[in-house]
């Protein structure tokens, strides 16, 4: 099992774009799924995350700005609007996942490989 994430890029202040995390391999569906992001000479910090339930919750500083979901059992996004210069960093997915065989139930956890976010001023 596999994720990954695509749809960084550089962009101007103030614009737009929009992170995919797919996951690839067998898997029943994605429980769990949050974007991080770490900029230079910075610790990783935690973006958004959902649920399985759909809970979601942002970080403070990019709250009414960005946005996760999900539309299918093994994809999640990040919309990310109205990007500042301190958003610029690299974004990494993180998803639980379960896989339902018969009478049992694998789990796992995997990491993306990053995706990298330039934003100018």
């Known amino acids: 099992v596999q994720l990954q994430a695509s749809g960084g890029g550089l962009v101007q202040a103030g614009g737009s774009l929009r992170l995919s995390c797919v996951v690839s391999?067998?898997?029943?569906?994605?429980?769990?799924a949050s974007w991080y992001r770490q900029a230079p000479g910075k610790q990783r910090e935690l973006v958004a995350g959902?649920?399985?339930?759909?809970?979601i919750k942002y970080a403070d500083s990019v709250k009414g700005r960005f946005t996760i979901s999900r539309d299918s059992a093994k994809t999640v996004y990040l919309q990310m609007n109205s990007l500042k210069p301190e958003d610029t960093a690299v974004y990494y997915c993180?998803?639980?996942?379960?896989?339902?065989?018969?009478?049992?139930?694998?789990?796992?956890?995997?990491w993306g490989q990053g995706t990298l976010v330039t934003v100018s001023s």
């Open positions: 391999g067998t898997i029943s569906r994605v429980t769990d």
């Open positions: 959902i649920t399985n339930g759909g809970d």
């Open positions: 993180n998803a639980d996942w379960l896989l339902i065989d018969g009478g049992s139930t694998v789990v796992g956890k995997e």
